[in-house]
């Protein structure tokens, strides 16, 4: 849905008129677009988090697992609208999604109460998996739509992209350690995740009847799934991208006017209140921003060596992100259309990051005296985000 709403050229009233009606015909018990239920939809992605099954079946859980299905119904719905329209009905929709986040928290200390060695109460799941994390999980993804719309709508100034990149990293860094920790949750992947770890299995196995004991007693690292990739792929760029910003003012080739550097504080607030409204992640502020990029004691060469290693790191879970959805899906199926979208974006995003990375080595060693000329951009950049140097730092 983001997809087919986010690039140019939009579509219209009429279609996303259609789709909307498709997404919720007869209310939320009704099917969605002939596939599923809601409810039906949430219970599949509990399980692919790897939740498990008796905590499934506790009054508790399915209670949370009502209310989730019909705020998720509604983020449906809400990505049929126009792209403004999008972005306000998420920023309403942030405090319910705090309030069922206090929710989940209750639920984790009802099915998942025990007691340890020493008597004292904690909270243990069999799979490392809890209600929780998982609705932290979806509520992330909420998150990172609402931040993304700002800049497709150019809501936001150049001086501001420094900190909002700063934010969606920090964000994208919950959202990869929010998982499980043996696998990552993703309902396609699920199945892929498991023959990974079989044949990571009958390798230790064949090892270990040759008479490498070592190699057989390390544990088989599972593949990562698409969502993994492209999250820590969007990590390092934003990464990159505040990180070139500081090397640009530490050159004195990018400066913020006083009168927007004072009202920095104001709209550092303005533009993440409605991500505040959530129980989780921990909220970050002004004074956080400004001690974590403090770049007072490095050199502006070290600053964009820094930012060309992020997009390095970019470019490399893209490279094989593009390769697995050039191998995933099979000609004729429904994963194929899924797959193709996915693969354009990548494909745009791995232009941006390939760009940045050669932009922050060219200004690292012109930093250090050498004389170089400066990339061109690439066409066309990166279908929903456009090219960060090219409109902000550059």
């Known amino acids: 849905l983001s997809s087919y709403t986010s690039p140019p050229p939009y579509p219209g009233a009429v279609p996303r008129s259609f789709l909307r009606n498709l ?98 109460p904690v909270l243990a799941s069999p799979t490392k998996a809890y209600f929780s994390a998982w609705l932290l999980d979806r509520a992330l993804v909420m998150v990172d739509r609402f931040l993304e719309l700002g800049f497709q709508l150019r809501l936001y100034a150049p001086f501001e992209f420094s900190m909002l990149y700063w934010y969606v990293d920090y964000l994208h860094g919950v959202a990869l350690s929010c998982q499980p920790a043996s696998f990552y949750g993703d309902s396609p992947d699920f199945i892929e995740r498991q023959m990974v770890a079989e044949k990571g299995k009958a390798l230790q196995k064949k090892k270990a009847k040759a008479g490498d004991k070592q190699a057989a007693e390390r544990p088989a690292v599972p593949e990562p799934t698409r969502r993994h990739l492209f999250t820590e792929a969007h990590q390092s760029i934003c990464r990159g ?39 989780h992640p921990q909220p970050l502020s002004y004074d956080n921003f400004l001690e974590s990029t403090d770049a007072t004691q490095f050199h502006a060469q070290d600053l964009y060596a820094a930012a060309a290693e992020s997009f390095l790191q970019g470019q490399k879970a893209l490279e094989k992100l593009v390769v697995k959805l050039k191998t995933q899906a099979a000609p004729g199926t429904d994963e194929t259309l899924s797959a193709e979208a996915a693969l354009r974006e990548a494909q745009g995003c791995l232009a941006v990051a390939t760009f940045d990375g050669l932009v922050c080595s060219a200004l690292r060693d012109r930093a250090s005296g050498a004389s170089v000329q400066l990339p061109t951009p690439p066409e066309p950049a990166h279908p929903r985000w456009g090219d960060p140097v090219e409109d902000g730092a550059g």
């Not at 972005?87 to 405090?95: F, V």
């Not at 530490?250 to 009202?263: C, D, I, M, T």
């Not at 709209?267 to 993440?272: I, L, N, S, V």
């Open 23 to 120: 997404m919720a015909p007869d209310g939320r018990d009704s099917v969605i677009c002939g596939h599923s239920t809601m409810n039906a939809m949430i219970d599949d992605s509990m399980k692919a988090y790897m939740l498990p099954a008796l905590a499934l079946e506790r009054p508790e859980a399915l209670t949370l697992a009502k209310g989730v299905a019909k705020l998720a119904l509604e983020y449906f719905v809400t990505l049929c609208y126009n792209l403004g329209r999008q972005r306000r009905r998420l920023a309403h929709c942030m405090e319910e999604w705090g309030q069922m986040q206090a929710h989940a928290d209750q639920v984790d200390q009802v099915v998942f109460a025990t007691l340890d060695r020493t008597g004292r």
């Open 241 to 279: 991208m505040f990180r070139l910003v500081a090397g640009l003012e530490k050159e004195g080739l990018y400066f913020v006017q006083p009168l927007h550097q004072a009202s920095l504080p104001s709209r550092f607030t303005r533009r993440f209140t409605p991500v505040v409204r959530l129980d």
